[in-house]
């Protein structure tokens, strides 16, 4: 069994934070378009190329970590749907871009909210019962970790959940050197990456839905198949639980 799901909270696909991620990663998770580069082709020093891990997944948060499963996607639809319907949306406040273990860029929460956390818990738990264990070679890519996280991935599939639960939006693969040991070329991508997110752009941040996205195959990319609301007035344009590839997207056609 290849196919993998996941729960992610995925921007507005018609918000300027969602055209710019998916431009830097190269790849539209709603439409599954390939994008060109936000930056100008002459830009000097070199920038690295798209990154090929980061665009598999597309530009996201994860809330569920990739899982196998037995039950048919309706009902992972279903349960993602109810469970949306009982929460509100909020904000997640403004953004920061930082460098995360093992070294890859990303925005997080200035200052997380408690709902937060406390979403990601009990996405984590609810979908615990349809995820089959994690499989030991995928264990084992992703050590070293701590005995906390191991014990965390053996339970819920996941080493980063619960109390390691760091909510972010990956903008690349990891850069390998330390922050404190960058070669001047990925400083001055940092560099990019800070003046193409303006402070407008990341000032506030909103969560007010989640996606269900399939992979299809190993090592394939990930898709949209569903989105679902929270309970109080969306911003989105697309239909709960549709396939969200509107023209009115922030993806354009290859």
């Known amino acids: 069994m290849t196919e993998r799901f996941s729960v992610y909270h995925v921007p507005n696909p018609t918000a300027k934070l969602y055209g710019i991620g998916s431009a830097i990663l190269g790849r539209c998770v709603y439409t599954g378009n390939t994008l060109a580069p ?3 082709k002459y830009f000097s020093p070199s920038v690295p190329p798209h990154p090929a891990r980061a ?4 530009f996201h948060a994860t809330l569920v970590a990739p899982f196998r499963t037995l039950v048919p996607v309706q009902t992972l639809a279903e349960t993602l749907e109810n469970l949306c319907q009982t929460i ?16 890859f860029p ?24 349809y995820a089959l264990p994690i499989e030991p070679e995928d264990l084992a890519r992703r050590e070293p ?26 903008l690349g693969d990891p850069l390998n050197e ?25 000032a ?3 969560l007010d839905s989640l996606c269900l996205c399939r992979q299809a195959s190993k090592g394939g990319p990930f898709k949209v198949i569903t989105v679902s609301n ?10 709960t639980g549709a396939d969200p590839t509107g023209s009115d997207l922030m993806c354009p056609d290859p």
């Open 55 to 58: 665009s598999v997944y597309g």
């Open 230 to 239: 929270f309970r109080t007035d969306p911003t989105r344009s697309e239909p």
């Open 106 to 129: 990303a925005l997080i929460p200035k200052e997380a909210p408690p709902a937060l956390s406390a979403l990601e818990e009990r996405l984590v738990k609810t979908f615990a019962a």
């Open 38 to 40: 936000p930056w100008p």
């Open 178 to 202: 330390t922050a404190d040991d960058l070669s001047r070329d990925k400083l001055n991508y940092l560099d990019l990456l800070h003046s193409l997110l303006s402070d407008e752009i990341v």
């Open 204 to 206: 506030s941040h909103h």
């Open 145 to 170: 970790l701590t005995a906390r996280q191991r014990a965390l991935a053996k339970k819920w599939g996941y080493p980063y959940v619960l109390d390691q639960f760091r909510y972010h939006l990956t």
């Open 88 to 103: 509100d949306s909020f904000e997640v406040g403004p953004l920061e871009l930082s460098l995360l273990e093992p070294g």
